[in-house]
Structures are given as structure tokens and as C-alpha cells.
């Protein structure tokens, strides 16, 4: 795939290989959505080794949502790639069905597992993290 960013660059899946990586698809106006990124934001996730990625479909205004929902968006853009699939394309290529879906990715961009819902999408992330720990002997 090769998506626009909230932040005006492009990215590819291309992009993404040589290291491990999260693709989340999600939406501003989902609740459950909401609460993955949060979880996801408080994880320190780039302390992990590997990279993670938020795909919309890119039709939300954060303006027209509320302050807390705003808040969310511009730390979630600070931290991470956000990318824009305004055609439903990628959606439409991973089988993304409901919002939010988790994909973890290996180094070679090829999915290694993947979970749609809220605490499916958190517990794909946390044994993500605990097999980086594994690796680093930790």
C-alpha cells in the first residue's frame, strides 16, 4: 500500500520492512477505537524496537469532535504515522470489516497475527511487547 499522512507524508508498506510493525485501523468516532489508542499511546510503545501505525479512512474531522476526542488525535499524530485510506482501498485489502483491527506485521511487511476489538487489539500489542522483552533477556 502507499497512503497519504495526517502530517502531509506518504508511506508505504515498503516503508515498514526491517522491522516489526503494528498496523491499527481505526476511527475518531469509535469509542473502542478510542480506548486501543489510548492504551496503545501509554504503552511507550517506540521504546519496543518496533513500529506502529494508524490507518483511517480519513474522513474525520477532529474539529467536529469533542475536546477529549481532539486531545487523543494530536497525541496519536505526534507519536505515530497516521495515514489517510480516503478511498477504503487498504481497508478493503487487509478484510478490515469493523474498527479497530490489529495487524502485526514481521520484518518482511507479511502478517503474523491479527485481532479486530478493543482488548483483542491490546493483548495482540502486549505479547508483542513481551516477546521483544524475551529477546532482549529482559
Not at 510503545?45 to 474525520?60: A, K, N, Q
Given at each position: 500500500?502507499?497512503?497519504?499522512?495526517?502530517?502531509?507524508?506518504?508511506?508505504?508498506?515498503?516503508d515498514l520492512?526491517?522491522?516489526?510493525s503494528?498496523l491499527?485501523?481505526v476511527?475518531?468516532?469509535?469509542?473502542?477505537?478510542?480506548?486501543?489508542?489510548?492504551?496503545?499511546?501509554?504503552q511507550?510503545?517506540p521504546?519496543?524496537?518496533?513500529?506502529?501505525?494508524?490507518?483511517?479512512?480519513?474522513?474525520?474531522?477532529p474539529?467536529d469532535?469533542?475536546?477529549?476526542?481532539?486531545?487523543?488525535d494530536?497525541?496519536?499524530?505526534?507519536?505515530?504515522?497516521?495515514?489517510?485510506?480516503?478511498s477504503?482501498?487498504?481497508?478493503?485489502?487487509y478484510?478490515t470489516?469493523g474498527?479497530?483491527?490489529?495487524?502485526m506485521?514481521?520484518?518482511?511487511?507479511?502478517?503474523?497475527?491479527?485481532?479486530?476489538g478493543?482488548?483483542?487489539?491490546f493483548?495482540?500489542?502486549?505479547?508483542?511487547?513481551?516477546d521483544?522483552?524475551?529477546q532482549?533477556?529482559?
Amino acid at each position: 500500500f502507499h497512503l497519504p499522512s495526517v502530517d502531509g507524508k506518504d508511506m508505504s508498506l515498503a516503508d515498514l520492512k526491517g522491522a516489526s510493525s503494528v498496523l491499527v485501523f481505526v476511527s475518531l468516532s469509535c469509542p473502542y477505537s478510542r480506548k486501543l489508542m489510548t492504551n496503545l499511546l501509554d504503552q511507550g510503545l517506540p521504546d519496543m524496537g518496533y513500529r506502529l501505525v494508524f490507518i483511517t479512512r480519513g474522513s474525520e474531522d477532529p474539529t467536529d469532535l469533542p475536546p477529549e476526542v481532539q486531545e487523543l488525535d494530536a497525541r496519536m499524530t505526534a507519536q505515530f504515522p497516521v495515514l489517510q485510506d480516503t478511498s477504503g482501498t487498504v481497508f478493503d485489502a487487509y478484510q478490515t470489516t469493523g474498527v479497530p483491527t490489529t495487524f502485526m506485521l514481521d520484518a518482511e511487511g507479511k502478517i503474523k497475527e491479527s485481532n479486530s476489538g478493543e482488548p483483542k487489539g491490546f493483548q495482540l500489542v502486549q505479547k508483542l511487547a513481551e516477546d521483544v522483552l524475551k529477546q532482549r533477556g529482559s
